[in-house]
């Protein structure tokens, strides 16, 4: 089942989603959008959505240096990666498979179930805990586990939501974008049989309670990938909500699954792509956790699954390279174009569609091409005339894809494969020939110009002359002087900056070294709703740490070991107990239960990052995944020798191997999955205090 990409070899056929989805019906995109554009309220909250997406990522972009440059590099990025795409596969797979992974290549959507199942049965797993993912969607992997006796669970709150309604996610990145929070309100009071207010905070409780059982219980977890570093064989997974880290440390098995394309080959072309991705789908400048999994549980670890599986999914993708359809493999999967396309913005996700069956997991402007390349044109005709050619989508693209001519190429491909057959089509086809060449183009405007003598008034007035006419004239009366020589022109480029250092900052020896990258780290964190507290010493860190614990009345603390942690402890009155890595060694059963009942969890963290707030928190031994991650209050105790001014510096610095798991966290847990409302805490911790000492 494993083996490299090969040319020319096709895509499975029925890898789109098929039957037993609600609203499926017959009449492809036409049918489905005209259905759409009836319903008023599925016009309303998706304009509000689309709306609110757009500002926020106009927001995001604005606060970038140079992100127009930034764009048209990871352009480049991505054209050199996919012109060499077979030899960074077999990179990542020897990286990852050094790391302790196993990298499968799964050549369609049966072959990519089939290794699925197989993995799932090996291990016993009747429960599967997944996080969101569109190739899964892409290959019903769902309907195969349930067929098999495995009951998939989807953990995304908005996966979740269109799970139990027997629907198709609606949106790239907002899955229930569609549904008011009367809706959700039922389909969990059915799901669950209890009595839930439709009020976004008592839905988000139950979202997190049910779920919080299958994440403790499930046999295996299903994640997709944003995308895989071949330096390292790292999968990195990006999510707001935290079921993303449930999903790859709670299991004792996970499947990790993405597309082929998904490859960034050093870190430097991942940190691009990072900075990017959030600011381009949620206006964030990182999501809230990203998670980099470099293999299974390593010795010494606390936590984490035994093994992990990696499957690469072509499914008709190698076939498109070297093709005018390559560039649709760029695509970050980011949601950007759907957010500005006027005709996504008037029909829906679920328009998206063959002649018969269920809604693609593609929609908008990327899924009306990547839709009929990877599924068929001829069960997909309608999707290429889905667009109106207006180029708000080439605009919006962080890897400035060029959507609308692929949408042009496939309805030429439409036409040449006797596909179209529509009245209007043969009326366009005799226009094109008539029109094909500037000559008939003049004469046929002289034409009208004379015709409308004889229609009447109601017929606007042509223009005396014809633009070409006009632009002549123009161009003959331009003045042309000589151009003189402008002689030596000096570089207008500045100097370039110095090299960065190798390696973190040193550590600061003032307050004032350190004022403005910690205020540029406080601001940040606290935009994305945690808590910054800044103290004079070790000392004093560990005591406003110990001051919050008493205020918020804790019970139970989790902890790692490790400076400047060790020794922490309650003071006799505190009234809360500690429990540490250490205090379980050899029971990761009896660990994992206290880290599910603890009431806070507290960590120090490898860097802090201050573009974007964010902690890097790394397992190790003495270091679990769980502290920061199933309590509901996250405290962290950092030294500012740590700060980093952003992910590229980070990065550059950073040396030797990567952990098994290291994640980014930006914030508290968060989700705006029903009417797009703000909820905290939906699965990870719902408050984040950083305590900053020099």
């Known amino acids: 089942m494993s083996g490299g990409i090969e040319s020319g070899q096709k895509s499975d056929q029925e890898s789109g989603p098929k039957s037993g989805l609600k609203g499926d019906h017959k009449g492809g995109f036409r049918a489905a959008a005209r259905i759409a554009i009836e319903d008023v309220k599925l016009g309303r909250s998706v304009e509000a959505a689309t709306g609110r997406f757009r500002d926020a990522r106009e927001a995001a972009l604005a606060e970038l240096p140079d992100a127009d440059t930034l764009r048209d590099h990871f352009k480049r ?32 959507a049966a072959d990519a179930r089939e290794l699925i199942l197989e993995i799932a049965g090996s291990h016993g797993a009747a429960l599967a805990a997944k ?46 974008i569609h549904k ?39 046999g295996i977890g299903i994640s997709g990938g944003n995308l895989a570093v071949a ?40 940190a691009a792509w990072l900075s990017l991705l959030a600011r381009s789908a949620t206006g964030q400048p990182l999501s809230i956790y990203t998670s980099v999994i470099t293999g299974p549980k390593q010795p010494g670890d606390v936590d984490g699954p035994e093994a992990v599986h990696i499957v690469l999914l072509d499914n008709g993708r190698s076939r498109l390279l070297g093709t005018k359809y390559e560039e649709v493999l760029q695509c970050i999967r980011c949601g950007a174009c759907l957010n500005v396309c006027p005709v996504y913005r008037t029909a829906g996700g679920h328009a998206y569609r063959g002649e018969t069956g269920p809604p693609s997991p593609y929609s908008g402007p990327i899924g009306a091409v990547v839709t009929p390349l990877l599924f068929g044109l001829e ?10 050619l207006c180029g708000a989508c ?21 036409v040449a494969a006797g596909l179209d057959g529509t009245a209007a089509s043969t009326l366009a086809r005799l226009a094109a020939g008539a029109l094909g060449s500037g000559r008939n183009f003049e004469f046929a405007a002289r034409l009208a110009r004379f015709g409308r003598r004889f229609a009447g008034g109601d017929l606007p007035r042509p223009a005396a002359k014809s633009f070409r006419e006009t632009w002549r004239e123009a161009e003959t009366n331009l003045p042309n002087p000589p151009v003189a020589d402008p002689g030596p022109v000096s570089n207008p480029l500045p100097e370039p900056p110095p090299a960065a250092p190798a390696g973190l900052p040193e550590p600061w020896r003032s307050r004032r070294q350190f004022a403005e990258p910690a205020r540029r780290f406080r601001e940040a964190l606290e935009k994305a709703h945690g808590e910054v507290i800044l103290t004079e010493s070790a000392a004093e860190a560990l005591a406003e740490a110990r001051r919050v614990l008493r205020e918020i009345g804790v019970m139970t603390v989790v902890a790692d070991e ?64 769980l502290v920061s991650l199933l309590p509901p209050i996250h405290i962290a105790v950092v030294p500012l020798d740590r700060l980093a001014t952003d992910l590229f510096t980070w990065l550059e610095g950073r040396t030797g191997p990567w952990p098994a798991n290291t994640v980014l966290v930006s914030g508290p847990s968060k989700t705006a999955d029903i009417e797009q409302t703000l ?15 020099p």
């Open 562 to 625: 490790g400076e400047p942690l060790d020794g922490f402890a309650p003071a006799p009155d505190d009234g809360w107990r500690i429990a540490r890595p250490g205090d379980h060694a050899g029971d990761p059963e009896g660990w994992r239960a206290v880290c599910a009942r603890a009431d806070a969890g507290l960590t120090s963290a490898e860097a802090l990052l201050a573009e974007t707030g964010s902690l890097v928190v790394s397992s190790g031994p003495g270091r679990s995944r």
């Open 131 to 176: 996080s969101k993912s569109m190739t899964t969607e892409e290959i019903r992997l769902n309907e195969a586990l349930e067929a098999a006796g495995v009951r998939p669970v989807e953990t995304d709150l908005g996966e979740w939501i269109v799970q139990l309604a027997g629907e198709a996610p609606a949106h790239i990145i907002a899955p229930a």
């Open 679 to 693: 909820s905290v805490g939906v699965h990870g911790p719902a408050r984040l205090v950083v305590v900053l000492f």
């Open 77 to 108: 990025i991505r054209a050199a990666t996919l012109a060499d795409l077979p030899a960074y596969l077999e990179t990542f797979k020897a990286n990852a498979t050094t790391a302790g992974a196993q990298v499968h290549f799964a050549r369609d």
């Open 394 to 414: 080439r605009d919006v693209c962080p890897a400035r894809i060029d959507l609308p001519r692929m949408l042009v190429e496939l309805r030429n491909d439409t």
């Open 379 to 388: 069960e997909h005709k309608q999707l290429p005339q889905a667009s109106s």
């Open 180 to 218: 008011t929070k009367e809706q959700v309100a039922g389909l969990f009071v059915a799901e669950s049989g209890e009595d839930v207010p439709a009020e976004i905070p008592a839905l988000t409780a139950l979202a997190r309670r049910r779920l919080r059982e299958t994440f403790l219980r499930a």
């Open 231 to 270: 330096e390292t064989g790292s999968v990195v997974l990006v999510t707001n909500e935290g079921n993303g880290r449930m999903v790859t440390s709670l299991p004792p098995v996970h499947v990790a699954v993405l597309g082929i394309e998904k490859i960034a080959p050093t870190w430097a072309e991942a």
